[in-house]
């Protein structure tokens, strides 16, 4: 899960070395916790956070593939 | 891509030396005039070649489609489903479709999912591309299927409008299927409609059209009489 959000995040960045991920796993539960470089905040929420529901929903999707459950935080 | 000038003894000579040259239609090349040419007196004196330069236009859909059924297929390898895409160009448009094993896992409640994938391709390709490309992500066919239910949607309550003499109203529509909405009522003389609403909670409202008894024919008497 991990691997996949790293992927799209930094596909949309302008500071892809700056994306950390760190995961933490509970059960059937992962919890994602996401920073950025500042200025590449505004990408990666989009407009009314589209673009980070997107990413949430894609990475529910995935884990619902694996029957898991995927929490994506952004920290800023 | 390279521009070129070209040069016959009209214009049109001239365009398909420029077509036959870079193997393209004529609709695929930007094409400027730099002469006219003239024919001259019986062809012989102060006859001109047309000039002009030609450009290929910019096909980037060919590889827009395929940079796109990349990105898709990355995010799709950390999905636990069999799946395979395919890509093609349509419509001036990039259509992928995801062949899988017909779970609604990839579609979601209404779409959601579907969405949200077009939406991150379309997002990663657009960015690279450094232009917007329309990228359509589809799987068992359900932009279609949804396309059909939502025409049948409208025309539903295009009905109901029409008898009872009110407007009705969508529930909160995204902008793909508001589009549909819209058109598929287009053509109806009867009902008119328009979104309203902001972000998210943009709906359609279909409005009955007051029958103004020859609207045109009392301007007609207006011209006559006046």
Redesign the interface.
Known sequence: ?K??VE??VK??VDHPDKVLLAQRTQDQSIHLELSVAPDDMGQVIGR?G??I???R??AQ??A???DCKCRLELLG | MPTQEFEGKSLEEAIQNACDAFHLPQEQLDIEILSKGSSGIFGIVGARKARIRATPKETPLDAASQRAKEVLAEILKYVDVPTVVEAEVREECVYLNIVSNGSGLLIGKRGKTLNALQYLVNKIVSREMGKNVPIVVDTENYRSKREGSLTELALQLSEKVKKSRRPLTTGPMNAQDRRIIHLALKEDQDVRTKSKGEGTMRRVVIYPVKKSKGHSSSVAEAKTSA
Do not use: D, R, W
Request: no cysteine; glycine share 0%; net charge positive.
């Open positions: 899960m691997a996949l992927y799209l596909a949309m009314n589209k673009t529901h997107a990413v929903t894609v999707m995935a619902a593939s694996k």
